[in-house]
T-cell receptor
Framework: NAGVTQTPKFQVLKTGQSMTLQCAQD?????MSWYRQDPGMGLRLIHY???????DQGEVPNGYNVSRSTTEDFPLRLLSAAPSQTSVYFC???????????????FGEGSRLTVL | QQQVKQSPQSLIVQKGGISIINCAYE??????FPWYQQFPGKGPALLIA?????SEKKEGRFTISFNKSAKQFSLHIMDSQPGDSATYFC?????????FGQGTRLTINP
């Protein structure tokens, strides 16, 4: 059971380039989300999805796109990378929507992105 | 603007001591308050969580204290061990969103 798998683990981009961070989970989780982690800022929610075909914005969505065509996959796209997007990105999933019942988020090991 | 404010940013505690990390929030719609633990190079993992209808929850050496009227909650680690050295994040959930505090880097000196 692999859990949440993120690829690539490391990536260097030039300003203006585009790329996709991949996230896949094999736990049949409905809810998936993307966070970025920056020193002193904690983890900030970028986008999330409560099921296939449904996505919504988090705290810092600008510059990022997502789609959810299957339950398993939730890719994060940077259309035109900027140095401000240098960060560590985490994908996370949980069984059901967070809602009021809470729910344990299972995180991947992260993707470290540097934009020059 | 950070919806959940966490302090301190870093904390050094002697082995066997008590580690205390504090968090505060403003949004009264938050209804679930977990703590996550993160080791270097890894993703965060759930440590312990509490709901606002409970004032305290204890799991082993880890305790959450929750003060609904003050909109504050804290993590206490009793008998702190070197293996507890990690970054700790408090968080709060509303609807489909889980928002995190800034994190506390905890170091336990042997």
């Amino acid at each position: 059971n692999a859990g949440v798998t993120q690829t690539p683990k490391f990536q260097v981009l030039k300003t203006g380039q585009s790329m996709t961070l991949q996230c896949a989970q094999d736990m049949n989780h409905e809810y998936m989300s993307w966070y970025r982690q920056d020193p002193g800022m904690g983890l900030r929610l970028i986008h999330y999805s409560v099921g296939a075909g449904i996505t919504d914005q988090g705290e810092v969505p600008n510059g990022y796109n997502v789609s959810r065509s299957t339950t398993e996959d939730f890719p994060l796209r940077l259309l035109s990378a900027a140095p401000s997007q240098t960060s560590v990105y985490f994908c996370a999933s949980t069984v059901q929507s967070l809602g009021g019942r809470g729910g344990e988020l299972f995180f991947g090991e992260g993707s470290r992105l540097t934009v020059l | 603007q950070q919806q959940v404010k966490q302090s301190p940013q870093s904390l050094i505690v002697q082995k066997g001591g008590i580690s205390i990390i504090n968090c505060a929030y403003e949004n009264t719609a938050f209804d679930y308050f977990p703590w996550y633990q993160q080791f270097p190079g890894k993703g965060p993992a759930l440590l312990i969580a509490i709901r606002p209808d409970v004032s305290e929850k204890k799991e082993g050496r880890f305790t959450i204290s929750f003060n609904k009227s003050a909109k504050q909650f804290s993590l206490h680690i009793m008998d702190s061990q070197p293996g507890d050295s990690a970054t700790y994040f408090c968080a709060a959930s509303e609807a489909q969103k889980l928002v995190f505090g800034q994190g506390t880097r905890l170091t336990i000196n042997p």
